[in-house]
Protein backbone atom coordinates (compact mmCIF):
# COMPACT_ATOMS: atom_id res chain seq x y z
CA UNK A 1 0.00 0.00 0.00
CA UNK A 2 1.15 3.75 -0.90
CA UNK A 3 2.35 5.36 1.98
CA UNK A 4 0.41 8.42 3.20
CA UNK A 5 0.16 10.25 6.06
CA UNK A 6 -3.21 9.43 6.81
CA UNK A 7 -5.84 7.19 5.50
CA UNK A 8 -9.49 6.91 4.98
CA UNK A 9 -11.04 4.24 6.79
CA UNK A 10 -14.37 2.77 6.19
CA UNK A 11 -15.67 0.39 9.19
CA UNK A 12 -18.40 -1.57 7.44
CA UNK A 13 -20.88 -2.99 10.35
CA UNK A 14 -19.59 0.11 12.57
CA UNK A 15 -22.41 -0.58 14.89
CA UNK A 16 -21.81 -4.15 15.62
CA UNK A 17 -20.58 -5.17 18.75
CA UNK A 18 -17.03 -5.86 16.68
CA UNK A 19 -17.13 -2.90 14.71
CA UNK A 20 -17.79 -0.48 18.14
CA UNK A 21 -14.56 -2.59 19.21
CA UNK A 22 -12.86 -1.21 16.00
CA UNK A 23 -13.85 2.66 15.95
CA UNK A 24 -12.22 2.38 19.73
CA UNK A 25 -9.24 0.60 19.18
CA UNK A 26 -8.47 2.55 15.72
CA UNK A 27 -8.49 6.16 18.12
CA UNK A 28 -6.42 4.07 21.23
CA UNK A 29 -3.63 3.31 18.85
CA UNK A 30 -3.62 6.33 17.32
CA UNK A 31 -4.02 4.62 13.51
CA UNK A 32 -3.64 6.96 11.06
CA UNK A 33 -6.58 7.88 10.04
CA UNK A 34 -7.75 11.03 7.99
CA UNK A 35 -11.27 10.37 7.28
CA UNK A 36 -13.80 8.00 8.95
CA UNK A 37 -16.39 6.13 6.55
CA UNK A 38 -18.70 4.15 9.15
CA UNK A 39 -20.98 1.96 7.20
CA UNK A 40 -24.44 -0.09 8.26
CA UNK A 41 -27.73 -1.37 7.06
CA UNK A 42 -30.69 0.78 7.03
CA UNK A 43 -31.42 0.07 10.51
CA UNK A 44 -28.68 2.44 11.84
CA UNK A 45 -27.87 5.13 8.32
CA UNK A 46 -28.21 8.39 9.25
CA UNK A 47 -27.35 7.86 13.21
CA UNK A 48 -24.00 8.87 14.23
CA UNK A 49 -21.17 6.74 15.90
CA UNK A 50 -18.60 8.96 18.33
CA UNK A 51 -14.93 9.04 17.04
CA UNK A 52 -11.99 10.94 18.77
CA UNK A 53 -14.90 12.55 20.40
CA UNK A 54 -16.63 13.80 17.29
CA UNK A 55 -19.93 12.87 15.77
CA UNK A 56 -19.37 11.04 12.48
CA UNK A 57 -22.43 10.47 10.44
CA UNK A 58 -23.37 6.69 9.84
CA UNK A 59 -23.72 5.79 5.91
CA UNK A 60 -26.18 3.27 4.26
CA UNK A 61 -23.63 0.84 2.80
CA UNK A 62 -24.03 0.90 -1.39
CA UNK A 63 -21.80 -0.47 -3.99
CA UNK A 64 -20.88 3.23 -4.58
CA UNK A 65 -19.33 3.32 -0.50
CA UNK A 66 -15.59 2.90 -1.26
CA UNK A 67 -14.92 5.44 -3.81
CA UNK A 68 -11.58 7.17 -2.18
CA UNK A 69 -11.64 4.13 0.39
CA UNK A 70 -7.46 3.50 1.51
CA UNK A 71 -8.72 0.69 3.91
CA UNK A 72 -12.24 -1.25 4.40
CA UNK A 73 -12.77 -2.97 7.56
CA UNK A 74 -15.26 -5.28 7.54
CA UNK A 75 -17.69 -7.06 10.01
CA UNK A 76 -20.69 -7.08 9.42
CA UNK A 77 -21.42 -11.04 8.73
CA UNK A 78 -20.33 -13.59 5.56
CA UNK A 79 -23.27 -12.12 3.65
CA UNK A 80 -22.33 -8.74 3.36
CA UNK A 81 -18.34 -9.63 3.14
CA UNK A 82 -19.02 -11.87 0.03
CA UNK A 83 -21.28 -9.28 -1.61
CA UNK A 84 -19.03 -6.38 -0.96
CA UNK A 85 -15.33 -7.28 -0.56
CA UNK A 86 -14.82 -7.19 -4.24
CA UNK A 87 -16.77 -4.26 -5.08
CA UNK A 88 -14.52 -2.45 -2.32
CA UNK A 89 -11.17 -3.53 -3.97
CA UNK A 90 -12.58 -2.73 -7.31
CA UNK A 91 -12.80 0.56 -5.98
CA UNK A 92 -9.03 -0.07 -4.85
CA UNK A 93 -9.40 -0.55 -0.88
CA UNK A 94 -7.67 -3.08 0.76
CA UNK A 95 -10.75 -4.88 2.69
CA UNK A 96 -9.35 -6.47 6.02
CA UNK A 97 -12.72 -9.12 6.96
CA UNK A 98 -13.69 -10.64 9.91
CA UNK A 99 -16.04 -13.17 8.29
CA UNK A 100 -15.17 -17.09 7.25
CA UNK A 101 -16.21 -16.64 3.74
CA UNK A 102 -12.53 -15.82 2.33
CA UNK A 103 -10.71 -17.47 4.72
CA UNK A 104 -9.91 -20.70 3.37
CA UNK A 105 -9.68 -18.73 -0.04
CA UNK A 106 -5.92 -19.76 -1.56
CA UNK A 107 -5.54 -16.09 -2.81
CA UNK A 108 -6.20 -14.69 0.49
CA UNK A 109 -3.73 -14.51 3.23
CA UNK A 110 -5.17 -15.62 6.76
CA UNK A 111 -3.13 -13.54 9.18
CA UNK A 112 -2.29 -13.13 13.10
CA UNK A 113 0.96 -10.73 12.97
CA UNK A 114 2.20 -12.15 15.93
CA UNK A 115 2.32 -15.33 13.75
CA UNK A 116 2.52 -14.83 9.98
CA UNK A 117 2.77 -11.19 9.52
CA UNK A 118 4.75 -11.87 5.96
CA UNK A 119 1.89 -13.38 4.41
CA UNK A 120 -0.10 -10.03 4.08
CA UNK A 121 2.46 -9.36 1.30
CA UNK A 122 0.67 -11.40 -1.43
CA UNK A 123 -2.70 -9.73 -0.63
CA UNK A 124 -4.34 -9.00 -3.79
CA UNK A 125 -7.10 -6.79 -2.50
CA UNK A 126 -8.81 -9.07 0.63
CA UNK A 127 -7.28 -10.05 3.40
CA UNK A 128 -8.96 -12.30 5.64
CA UNK A 129 -8.98 -12.19 10.22
CA UNK A 130 -9.19 -15.44 11.72
CA UNK A 131 -11.32 -17.09 13.78
CA UNK A 132 -11.58 -15.72 17.38
CA UNK A 133 -10.80 -19.36 18.50
CA UNK A 134 -7.91 -19.78 15.90
CA UNK A 135 -6.50 -16.65 16.68
CA UNK A 136 -5.95 -16.55 20.53
CA UNK A 137 -4.44 -20.53 20.07
CA UNK A 138 -1.71 -19.41 17.44
CA UNK A 139 -0.83 -16.59 19.11
CA UNK A 140 -0.37 -19.40 22.31
CA UNK A 141 1.01 -22.46 20.31
CA UNK A 142 3.00 -21.03 17.56
CA UNK A 143 6.16 -20.31 19.80
CA UNK A 144 5.77 -23.26 21.11
CA UNK A 145 5.34 -24.80 17.86
CA UNK A 146 9.25 -23.03 16.79
CA UNK A 147 10.79 -24.20 19.27
CA UNK A 148 9.51 -27.90 19.75
CA UNK A 149 7.28 -28.46 16.61
CA UNK A 150 3.33 -29.64 17.51
CA UNK A 151 2.62 -33.16 15.87
CA UNK A 152 -1.26 -33.09 17.66
CA UNK A 153 -3.22 -30.72 19.31
CA UNK A 154 -6.68 -31.49 21.28
CA UNK A 155 -9.05 -28.51 22.06
CA UNK A 156 -11.81 -27.41 23.75
CA UNK A 157 -13.00 -24.08 23.89
CA UNK A 158 -15.22 -22.29 26.78
CA UNK A 159 -16.44 -19.24 23.70
CA UNK A 160 -18.79 -16.11 25.27
CA UNK A 161 -22.17 -15.35 24.10
CA UNK A 162 -20.50 -11.71 22.48
CA UNK A 163 -19.05 -13.95 19.57
CA UNK A 164 -22.29 -14.45 18.00
CA UNK A 165 -23.03 -10.57 18.13
CA UNK A 166 -25.11 -8.33 20.40
CA UNK A 167 -28.90 -9.85 19.62
CA UNK A 168 -26.66 -12.72 21.70
CA UNK A 169 -25.95 -10.78 24.81
CA UNK A 170 -29.36 -9.35 24.98
CA UNK A 171 -30.36 -12.78 24.90
CA UNK A 172 -28.09 -14.25 27.96
CA UNK A 173 -28.94 -10.84 29.95
CA UNK A 174 -32.50 -11.51 29.20
CA UNK A 175 -32.58 -15.34 30.20
CA UNK A 176 -31.01 -14.85 33.17
CA UNK A 177 -32.93 -11.59 34.44
CA UNK A 178 -36.43 -13.88 33.63
CA UNK A 179 -35.07 -17.13 35.33
CA UNK A 180 -34.34 -15.21 38.55
CA UNK A 181 -37.77 -14.26 38.73
CA UNK A 182 -39.08 -17.67 37.63
CA UNK A 183 -40.29 -16.30 34.15
CA UNK A 184 -40.59 -18.39 30.95
CA UNK A 185 -37.50 -18.84 28.82
CA UNK A 186 -37.87 -19.05 24.87
CA UNK A 187 -34.67 -19.09 23.08
CA UNK A 188 -34.15 -17.31 19.73
CA UNK A 189 -30.52 -16.46 18.99
CA UNK A 190 -29.34 -19.71 20.16
CA UNK A 191 -31.38 -23.23 20.07
CA UNK A 192 -31.44 -23.92 23.29
CA UNK A 193 -31.46 -22.27 26.78
CA UNK A 194 -27.68 -20.45 27.40
CA UNK A 195 -28.29 -19.11 30.84
CA UNK A 196 -26.77 -21.15 33.32
CA UNK A 197 -26.00 -23.76 31.04
CA UNK A 198 -23.52 -24.87 28.06
CA UNK A 199 -24.21 -25.26 24.55
CA UNK A 200 -21.17 -28.14 22.62
CA UNK A 201 -22.81 -26.48 19.68
CA UNK A 202 -21.17 -23.52 17.73
CA UNK A 203 -22.00 -22.99 13.86
CA UNK A 204 -23.54 -25.32 12.07
CA UNK A 205 -23.03 -29.20 12.45
CA UNK A 206 -21.53 -30.63 9.44
CA UNK A 207 -22.46 -34.89 8.03
CA UNK A 208 -18.91 -35.85 9.85
CA UNK A 209 -20.63 -34.72 13.15
CA UNK A 210 -18.27 -31.74 13.80
CA UNK A 211 -19.54 -27.84 13.90
CA UNK A 212 -17.94 -25.57 11.25
CA UNK A 213 -16.47 -23.50 14.14
CA UNK A 214 -14.29 -26.72 14.88
CA UNK A 215 -13.52 -26.99 11.87
CA UNK A 216 -12.29 -23.41 11.47
CA UNK A 217 -9.94 -24.52 14.61
CA UNK A 218 -8.21 -27.40 12.45
CA UNK A 219 -8.03 -25.43 8.85
CA UNK A 220 -7.53 -22.24 9.78
CA UNK A 221 -4.45 -23.20 12.18
CA UNK A 222 -2.74 -24.88 9.90
CA UNK A 223 -3.03 -22.65 7.18
CA UNK A 224 -1.92 -19.70 9.65
CA UNK A 225 1.01 -22.39 11.14
CA UNK A 226 2.36 -23.24 7.51
CA UNK A 227 1.84 -26.97 9.00
CA UNK A 228 -0.87 -29.10 7.19
CA UNK A 229 1.12 -31.92 9.02
CA UNK A 230 -0.72 -30.51 12.74
CA UNK A 231 -3.39 -33.03 13.59
CA UNK A 232 -6.06 -31.24 15.59
CA UNK A 233 -9.36 -32.09 17.07
CA UNK A 234 -11.45 -29.50 18.49
CA UNK A 235 -14.77 -29.69 20.62
CA UNK A 236 -16.33 -26.29 20.70
CA UNK A 237 -18.58 -24.79 23.59
CA UNK A 238 -20.49 -22.15 24.09
CA UNK A 239 -20.89 -21.03 27.98
CA UNK A 240 -22.91 -18.24 29.50
CA UNK A 241 -19.99 -15.73 29.61
CA UNK A 242 -20.44 -12.29 27.78
CA UNK A 243 -16.97 -11.10 26.74
CA UNK A 244 -13.72 -13.70 26.21
CA UNK A 245 -13.12 -17.14 25.18
CA UNK A 246 -11.45 -19.65 27.55
CA UNK A 247 -9.18 -23.19 25.88
CA UNK A 248 -8.31 -26.04 26.95
CA UNK A 249 -5.43 -27.19 24.87
CA UNK A 250 -3.72 -30.22 25.15
CA UNK A 251 -0.12 -30.44 22.83
CA UNK A 252 1.79 -33.23 21.77
CA UNK A 253 5.15 -32.19 20.49
CA UNK A 254 8.43 -33.87 18.35
CA UNK A 255 10.84 -32.57 21.13
CA UNK A 256 10.28 -32.81 24.50
CA UNK A 257 9.31 -29.60 26.60
CA UNK A 258 9.57 -28.98 30.16
CA UNK A 259 6.87 -26.79 32.16
CA UNK A 260 10.03 -24.73 32.67
CA UNK A 261 10.75 -24.67 29.17
CA UNK A 262 7.25 -23.65 28.05
CA UNK A 263 6.90 -20.92 30.51
CA UNK A 264 10.48 -19.18 29.34
CA UNK A 265 9.49 -19.03 25.69
CA UNK A 266 5.83 -17.76 26.57
CA UNK A 267 7.14 -15.06 28.46
CA UNK A 268 8.72 -13.27 26.15
CA UNK A 269 6.15 -14.46 22.97
CA UNK A 270 4.92 -11.34 21.61
CA UNK A 271 0.83 -10.72 22.80
CA UNK A 272 1.44 -13.52 25.29
CA UNK A 273 1.04 -12.49 29.24
CA UNK A 274 1.77 -15.79 31.39
CA UNK A 275 -0.65 -16.08 34.62
CA UNK A 276 0.55 -19.07 36.02
CA UNK A 277 0.46 -19.51 39.49
CA UNK A 278 -2.23 -21.65 40.63
CA UNK A 279 -1.06 -21.88 44.16
CA UNK A 280 -2.14 -18.10 44.58
CA UNK A 281 -5.06 -18.26 43.07
CA UNK A 282 -3.10 -17.19 39.51
CA UNK A 283 -4.55 -18.38 36.60
CA UNK A 284 -6.12 -16.52 33.24
CA UNK A 285 -9.80 -15.64 34.25
CA UNK A 286 -12.44 -14.19 31.37
CA UNK A 287 -13.49 -11.72 33.99
CA UNK A 288 -9.94 -10.21 33.93
CA UNK A 289 -9.43 -10.19 30.70
CA UNK A 290 -12.12 -8.48 28.92
CA UNK A 291 -11.34 -4.82 27.75
CA UNK A 292 -7.44 -6.20 27.37
CA UNK A 293 -5.65 -6.79 24.64
CA UNK A 294 -2.97 -9.97 25.42
CA UNK A 295 -3.60 -13.51 24.85
CA UNK A 296 -3.50 -14.81 28.66
CA UNK A 297 -1.65 -18.09 29.47
CA UNK A 298 -1.27 -20.34 32.61
CA UNK A 299 -2.39 -23.97 34.25
CA UNK A 300 0.46 -25.11 32.03
CA UNK A 301 1.17 -28.66 33.06
CA UNK A 302 2.93 -32.00 32.11
CA UNK A 303 0.44 -34.39 30.35
CA UNK A 304 1.72 -37.71 31.94
CA UNK A 305 -0.39 -39.71 29.50
CA UNK A 306 1.80 -39.33 26.75
CA UNK A 307 5.79 -38.88 26.51
CA UNK A 308 6.02 -35.37 25.21
CA UNK A 309 2.85 -33.60 26.10
CA UNK A 310 2.08 -30.03 27.43
CA UNK A 311 -1.31 -29.08 28.63
CA UNK A 312 -2.67 -25.41 28.68
CA UNK A 313 -5.46 -23.07 29.78
CA UNK A 314 -5.41 -20.08 27.54
CA UNK A 315 -8.31 -16.71 27.58
CA UNK A 316 -8.70 -13.55 25.40
CA UNK A 317 -11.00 -11.09 24.83
CA UNK A 318 -12.59 -12.74 21.57
CA UNK A 319 -13.93 -8.92 20.39
CA UNK A 320 -10.42 -7.67 20.93
CA UNK A 321 -7.53 -10.10 19.97
CA UNK A 322 -10.10 -12.43 18.36
CA UNK A 323 -11.76 -9.88 15.81
CA UNK A 324 -11.55 -5.77 16.29
CA UNK A 325 -7.47 -5.58 17.30
CA UNK A 326 -6.13 -8.34 14.99
CA UNK A 327 -7.88 -6.43 12.39
CA UNK A 328 -5.96 -3.04 13.15
CA UNK A 329 -2.73 -4.92 14.15
CA UNK A 330 -3.48 -5.91 10.35
CA UNK A 331 -3.90 -2.84 9.02
CA UNK A 332 -0.86 -1.16 10.87
CA UNK A 333 1.12 -3.89 9.36
CA UNK A 334 -0.51 -3.29 5.78
CA UNK A 335 0.90 0.94 6.20
CA UNK A 336 4.48 0.16 7.97
P1 LIG B 1 -23.48 -7.57 15.43
O1 LIG B 1 -23.22 -7.00 16.77
O2 LIG B 1 -24.77 -8.28 15.20
O3 LIG B 1 -23.31 -6.40 14.34
C1 LIG B 1 -23.56 -6.59 12.99
C2 LIG B 1 -23.15 -5.34 12.23
O4 LIG B 1 -23.31 -5.57 10.83
C3 LIG B 1 -23.98 -4.12 12.54
O5 LIG B 1 -23.19 -2.97 12.45
C4 LIG B 1 -25.01 -4.15 11.42
O6 LIG B 1 -25.54 -2.85 11.14
C5 LIG B 1 -24.14 -4.59 10.28
N1 LIG B 1 -24.93 -5.17 9.19
C6 LIG B 1 -25.70 -6.29 9.23
N2 LIG B 1 -26.26 -6.50 8.03
C7 LIG B 1 -25.85 -5.50 7.22
C8 LIG B 1 -26.10 -5.16 5.86
N3 LIG B 1 -26.89 -5.89 5.08
N4 LIG B 1 -25.50 -4.07 5.34
C9 LIG B 1 -24.71 -3.30 6.11
N5 LIG B 1 -24.43 -3.58 7.41
C10 LIG B 1 -25.00 -4.66 7.96
O7 LIG B 1 -22.38 -8.62 15.02
P2 LIG B 1 -20.80 -8.65 15.37
O8 LIG B 1 -20.58 -9.56 16.51
O9 LIG B 1 -20.26 -7.28 15.44
O10 LIG B 1 -20.23 -9.46 14.15
C11 LIG B 1 -20.19 -9.02 12.86
C12 LIG B 1 -19.49 -10.09 12.01
O11 LIG B 1 -18.12 -10.16 12.36
C13 LIG B 1 -19.98 -11.52 12.25
O12 LIG B 1 -21.08 -11.87 11.47
C14 LIG B 1 -18.76 -12.36 11.90
O13 LIG B 1 -18.71 -12.61 10.51
C15 LIG B 1 -17.65 -11.46 12.28
N6 LIG B 1 -17.05 -11.86 13.54
C16 LIG B 1 -15.83 -12.40 13.49
C17 LIG B 1 -15.21 -12.77 14.65
C18 LIG B 1 -13.91 -13.41 14.54
O14 LIG B 1 -13.81 -14.49 14.99
N7 LIG B 1 -12.90 -12.79 14.00
C19 LIG B 1 -15.80 -12.58 15.88
C20 LIG B 1 -17.04 -12.03 15.92
C21 LIG B 1 -17.64 -11.66 14.73
P3 LIG B 1 -26.99 -2.34 11.66
O15 LIG B 1 -26.74 -1.52 12.89
O16 LIG B 1 -27.47 -1.50 10.51
O17 LIG B 1 -27.83 -3.54 11.92
N1 LIG C 1 -20.46 -18.40 14.54
O1 LIG C 1 -15.84 -15.49 12.57
O2 LIG C 1 -20.99 -17.54 16.97
O3 LIG C 1 -16.45 -17.38 11.73
O4 LIG C 1 -19.20 -17.13 18.16
C1 LIG C 1 -17.08 -16.12 14.87
C2 LIG C 1 -17.87 -16.32 15.99
C3 LIG C 1 -18.55 -17.44 13.55
C4 LIG C 1 -16.53 -16.51 12.57
C5 LIG C 1 -19.79 -17.27 17.08
C6 LIG C 1 -19.34 -17.65 14.66
C7 LIG C 1 -17.43 -16.69 13.69
C8 LIG C 1 -18.98 -17.07 15.87
Redesign the pocket.
Same mark, same amino acid.
Given at each position: MNKKSAYTVAV??????? &?TEMLSILEERKFPVGQLLP???S??AGGEVTFRGDAVKIKL?TKDSFQGVDIALF????N?SKEYAPVAVKAGAVVID $???VWRMDPQVPLVVPEVNPHDIEKHQGIIA $????STIQMVVALKPLHDHATITRIVVSTYQSVS?T &???AMDELAEQCRQLLSFGDIKPKVYPHQIAFNCLPHIDDFLPSGYTKEEMKMVNETRKIMGDESIGIAATTVRVPVFVCHGESINIETEKKLSVEEARTILSTAPGVQLHDDPSMGVYPLQIDAAGTDAVFVGRIREDDSIPKGLSLWVVAD?LRK??ALNAVQIAEELVK
Open positions: VGATGVV &GLASRSLSAGGV $NSS $NPNCG &GKDNGA
